[in-house]
């Protein structure tokens, strides 16, 4: 069965560079999430979206943007990027709620970003 | 706010043993749901059993089966027949039903050790 693919899954920025981490969900899967792990830490929400449209906020930093497009991959770009912003980045895809509260996240293998 | 509380930074367990690691979380909705995921070495986040509030019976996959006690908000997850695959980082997670959200709201982990 086909998942959630997240590209790259390694990346390596300077301080102060940008960043684009790309999600394409499980086809059918309308509603995307970004969570962020930093090293020894739980997974933390930043956003999500259903139907190309934002549905929620986390901890997501100003200098952080994502997007939802029409073919429902999803992108988060990251600007003026910081040491602390070193993590491994993960995407998540469901069925939105609308169909139903059931519906379960699945998540992609995640993009481990460095910043030196 | 939601919150999860993982008190069991690190358990281990012998091969073909049972293990029972531990989750308590704060909440004032009435329906939600309750995860457990396994984070191997890999980092992939791979769900392991799910819990509906609402229901009463404790779910069960395979080897693994949880204690849902919702009065003390305690929510289990125990390990039967214990294999060297096993080892992993375990989080809680909670989830709102219905709203706007359907967030994953994480506990901090408990690594769990299989001993041959």
């Known amino acids: 069965a086909a998942g959630v693919i997240q590209s790259p899954r390694h990346l390596i920025k300077e301080k102060r560079e940008t960043a684009t981490l790309k999600c394409y969900p499980i086809?059918?899967?309308?509603?995307v999430y970004w969570y962020q792990q930093g090293p020894g830490q739980d997974p933390q929400f930043l956003i999500s979206f259903y139907e190309k449209m934002q549905s929620d906020k986390g901890s997501i930093p100003d200098r952080f943007s994502a997007q939802q497009f029409s073919d429902y991959h999803s992108e988060l770009n990251m600007s003026s990027l910081e040491l602390g912003d070193s993590a491994l980045y993960f995407c998540?895809?469901?069925?939105?709620?609308?169909?139903?509260?059931?519906?379960?996240?699945?998540f992609g293998p995640g993009t481990r970003l460095t910043v030196t | 706010a939601q919150t999860v509380t993982q008190s069991q930074p690190e358990m281990s367990v012998q091969e073909a043993e049972t293990v029972t690691l531990s989750c308590t979380y704060d909440t004032s909705e009435s329906d939600y749901y309750l995860f457990w995921y396994k984070q191997p070495p890999s980092r992939q986040m791979i769900l392991v059993i799910r819990?509906?509030?609402?229901?009463?019976q404790n779910a069960t996959e395979n080897r693994f089966s949880v204690n849902f006690q919702k009065a003390a908000k305690s929510f289990s997850l125990k390990i039967s027949d214990s294999q060297l695959g096993d080892a992993a980082m375990y989080f809680c997670?909670?989830?709102?039903?219905?709203?706007?959200?359907?967030?994953?709201?994480f506990g901090t982990g408990t690594l769990l050790a299989v001993q041959p």
């Open positions: 086809p059918r899967h309308d509603t």
């Open positions: 998540a895809s469901s069925l939105g709620l609308k169909q139903g509260p059931r519906h379960e996240q699945y």
């Open positions: 819990q509906e509030a609402y229901k009463q």
């Open positions: 997670a909670y989830r709102s039903m219905g709203g706007a959200t359907n967030k994953l709201i």
